[in-house]
């Protein structure tokens, strides 16, 4: 009854404009209610003093509105203005940036041509000058022969005279005797010695020989076999352009080179040498004599020879490409 009463009166203290607010003022007294636990009239006091504030502020003027209320809201709408980001433009496709890059790419610049130079007419050389060409050529030519043709180590004395010599015509020389006395004078005691005396040089000609024998197959096996094939070639260049070595090519013997194949008339010649028909002949008349009786053979007693001659080729194309690592140019041309 007590709390009944007491909303009538407030319900007539509110002015009839502000109807809306009685359902606001009960709510705030049943809270209070329940809050406190109270059915007494210190309940009901304490909800209308509540319910008296919350009436006070809810009818303020406009005037007597506080100023903070509206610029606090001016400036919560100007951060959050703020705050917000532009969002950036989207990118174009790379393709259709490339395909605008080529568009706009400038033309390439023609290059520039490069003007011809000038040839330079060269002088004719004087006579002079053309034989000092020649010369520094054939110079060149022959020191290059030289360098490919080897030169051999230097061999010991291998004869009990050259052994004899070399041991006394320094002394000879030295004891104030020129050369060609000393020599002589050496010729004659070589021509009185006793049979101990030349035992005794012929066997240290034998050494030096064996040494000899041992150096030199050394000396050929550090050279590989095309160095001592190109080296042969370039002694036969020595004595045919330059006479070099005399009247006879010293070839260098050597067991890995592929010896030449022979031909039919050679085999034919071997077999008549062999047969004993030619001894005490002369070797040019010889050869003479089988070369007119290979050509009065019949073709199939030549047979017999020119197979002998294939199968000998054969083994040389063989041999050539195991010593010197290539065909040769016979063989490469014949070959598909």
């Not at 034989?131 to 050529?137: F, G, I, P, S």
């Not at 020879?305 to 294939?310: F, K, L, Q, V």
Request: proline share 4%.
């Amino acid at each position: 009854m007590l709390a009944r009463g007491l909303l009538c009166r407030l319900a007539a203290d509110v002015p009839k404009t502000s109807t809306h607010d009685l359902s606001q003022l009960t709510r705030l007294i049943h809270r209070a209610a329940i809050t406190h636990k109270a059915t007494s009239i210190c309940a009901v006091s304490h909800a209308y003093k509540l319910s008296s504030a919350i009436h006070r502020r809810s009818y303020v003027t406009a005037k007597t509105k506080p100023a903070t209320t509206t610029t606090r809201a001016k400036t919560t709408v100007k951060k959050t203005r703020a705050t917000k980001k532009v969002a950036p433009k989207k990118a174009a496709p790379k393709e259709k940036t490339t395909a605008a890059k080529r568009r706009a790419a400038p033309k390439k610049k023609a290059k520039a041509k490069v003007k011809a130079k000038a040839k330079v007419v060269k002088k004719p050389l004087s006579e002079k000058a053309l034989e000092k060409a020649a010369a520094k050529k054939a110079r060149d030519e022959l020191n290059e022969l030289k360098r490919k043709a080897l030169a051999e180590p230097k061999k010991r004395p291998y004869t009990a005279w050259t052994v004899y010599i070399a041991e006394n015509v320094k002394k000879a020389v030295s004891n104030g005797q020129k050369h060609l006395e000393g020599v002589k004078q050496l010729a004659q005691f070589y021509k009185d010695f006793t049979p101990a005396e030349r035992e005794h040089y012929n066997h240290l000609a034998n050494q030096n020989q064996a040494a000899n024998e041992t150096e030199y197959k050394a000396w050929v096996l550090k050279h590989t076999p095309q160095q001592i094939r190109d080296a042969n070639f370039a002694r036969l260049a020595l004595k045919r352009k330059h006479k070099m070595t005399g009247s006879k090519v010293v070839r260098i013997e050597d067991d890995r080179q592929a010896k030449s194949p022979k031909n039919g008339i050679l085999f034919f010649m071997m077999e008549r040498r062999e047969s004993g028909d030619f001894k005490d002949i002369p070797l040019i008349e010889a050869t003479k004599l089988m070369a007119s009786e290979y050509k009065t053979l019949s073709a199939g007693e030549k047979k017999k020879y020119e197979d002998m001659a294939a199968a000998d080729k054969t083994r040389y194309y063989r041999d050539f490409e195991s010593s010197y690592g290539y065909k040769a140019k016979a063989e490469a041309a014949a070959s598909p």
